[in-house]
């Protein structure tokens, strides 16, 4: 992965703002992204279309199906 990409890919994960009352709904997740930290270990925060998986936990995101539809548009579409 190039620089910027890494780059991009922390800015995009400002967008996994979660609802702390909300019921997660069921689903699986679309997307997964996995840092490598410099002390060697690893960050992993996943998301489906309405939730976010962070340490373990599932949370309902605020804002649905925006972090999937940036994340597709700036690694995934031709």
């Known amino acids: 992965m190039e620089p910027e990409d890494i780059e991009l890919s922390v800015?995009?994960?400002?967008?996994l703002n979660y609802s702390l009352f909300q019921r997660a709904p069921q689903e699986e997740p679309v997307i997964t992204i996995t840092f490598c930290l410099a002390d060697g270990s690893t960050a992993v925060v996943s998301a489906g279309r309405r939730t976010v998986w962070w340490k373990g936990n599932a949370h309902a995101l605020k804002e649905e199906e925006l972090f999937v539809n940036?994340?597709?548009?700036?690694?995934?579409s031709e």
Do not use: A, M, Q
Request: no cysteine.
């Open 70 to 76: 940036l994340t597709e548009n700036f690694f995934f």
């Open 11 to 15: 800015k995009l994960t400002r967008f």
